[in-house]
C-alpha cells in the first residue's frame, strides 16, 4: 500500500551534524527566527498606523488598545531579534568561504553571495536600531494612549525595511542557496515508499 506522509525524517535530529549557534544541519536556527522580527514589525507598523488615526478622530478607545497592542509586539520583535541578529553574525563568519590566515574572522571571498549576506545584515541592522529608537520614543510617550506622528514614522519605516531586507535573506536560501544541505545522492525526489533519514544514503 502507498505511504501518504513522511513524518521521521523531518523532525529527528540523529545523524545531523551540530554546528553550535548556528543548530544543526538541516535544521539550521536563523531562518526560522526571521520570522518573528519580520511579523512583529510589520504588524506594529498596522497598529501603529490604525492608532494615530483613530485617535485624531474619536475613537480614544481603538486608538490605545491598537497602540498597546504595537507596542507589545514590536517590544517582542526586539528580544527576538537578538537571536536572529546573533545567528545570523555566526552565518555570516562560519558559512562563507574565508582565508582564516588572516585574522579571527578571516578574509571572505568576494562573492555575490557575499556581498549579498552584508546587504541584508546591513538593512536588518539599521531595522534593528530603528526599532530601538521606537521602543524608547513609544515608552516615554506611553501616557498619551496612542502613537504619535514620530512613533508611527519610525514603525512604518522599521516595517517597510524589514519586508524590503527579508527579500534578501529570501534569496540567499531559494536562489543562491546559502546554507541549504546538498542533495547529492539524495532520494527525496525519487518515486519510492522508503524514507531517508539525515546523514544515511539508500541504496540503489
Known amino acids: 500500500m502507498a505511504r501518504w506522509f513522511s513524518i521521521k525524517p523531518a523532525v529527528t535530529f540523529k545523524g545531523r551534524s551540530f554546528m553550535g549557534v548556528r543548530g544543526w544541519s538541516g535544521k539550521p536556527a536563523h531562518p526560522p527566527l526571521t520570522d518573528f522580527p519580520i511579523v512583529t514589525y510589520a504588524l506594529a507598523a498596522v497598529f501603529d498606523v490604525i492608532s494615530y488615526f483613530a485617535s485624531r478622530g474619536s475613537h480614544a478607545g481603538a486608538a490605545r488598545d491598537t497602540f498597546v497592542a504595537a507596542t507589545y509586539v514590536i517590544v517582542a520583535g526586539g528580544v527576538a531579534s537578538l537571536a536572529t541578529a546573533t545567528t545570523g553574525f555566526w552565518d555570516w563568519w562560519k558559512g562563507l568561504e574565508r582565508d582564516r590566515s588572516s585574522g579571527p ?39 498619551r494612549g496612542a502613537t504619535s506622528l514620530l512613533v508611527m514614522i519610525l514603525s512604518v519605516l522599521a516595517g517597510a525595511l524589514v519586508l524590503y531586507g527579508s527579500l534578501y535573506g529570501g534569496s540567499l ?29 539508500l541504496g540503489p
Open 105 to 143: 574572522i578571516g578574509k571572505a571571498a568576494h562573492t555575490q553571495v557575499w556581498r549579498t549576506v552584508n546587504w541584508h545584515a546591513t538593512v536588518m541592522v539599521t531595522v534593528t536600531l530603528i526599532v530601538v529608537v521606537d521602543v524608547i520614543v513609544r515608552l516615554s510617550q506611553y501616557h
Open 173 to 201: 536560501v531559494f536562489e543562491y542557496q546559502f546554507n541549504v544541505e546538498p542533495l547529492d545522492g539524495s532520494t527525496v525526489w525519487d518515486e519510492t515508499e522508503k524514507d531517508q533519514l539525515p546523514g544515511k544514503k
